[in-house]
Nanobody, 116 residues
Framework: VQLVESGGGLVQPGGSLRLSCAAS????????MSWVRQAPGPGLERVSS????????YYAASGKGRFTISRANAKNPLYLQLNSLKTADPALYYC??????????RGQGTQVTVSS
């Protein structure tokens, strides 16, 4: 399993980013997927999840109404649209296999920084 995240960067508060996740080594279209994030300090936060068919999604309260998870083509099968970014959102964002977001099958992460 190999997952590679991209799309992070530096934005001002209120800005937007679109994170992408490329997958190989397994049939991603058959797997639920999640985005999790690691801010400075202990613990990963599950941000959003989507089932294999794209019909069921989960959003943490911290991102509900601002973040949108979606699935696309086989090459880049997972996206996370981040809108209205806040100073509480900076973290290393990972895509992970599975709906619960607790899988060890995740990428190296992409850094999101929010600063004016």
């Amino acid at each position: 399993v190999q997952l590679v995240e991209s799309g992070g960067g530096l934005v001002q508060p209120g800005g937007s980013l679109r994170l992408s996740c490329a997958a190989s080594g397994f049939t991603c279209s058959n797997s639920a997927m999640s985005w999790v994030r690691q801010a400075p300090g202990p613990g990963l936060e599950r941000v959003s999840s989507i089932d294999s068919g794209g019909g069921m999604t989960y959003y943490a309260a911290s991102g509900k109404g601002r973040f949108t998870i979606s699935r696309a083509n086989a090459k880049n099968p997972l996206y996370l649209q981040l809108n209205s970014l806040k100073t509480a959102d900076p973290a290393l964002y990972y895509c992970a296999k599975g709906f619960l977001g607790d899988s060890q099958d995740r990428g190296q992460g992409t850094q999101v920084t929010v600063s004016s």
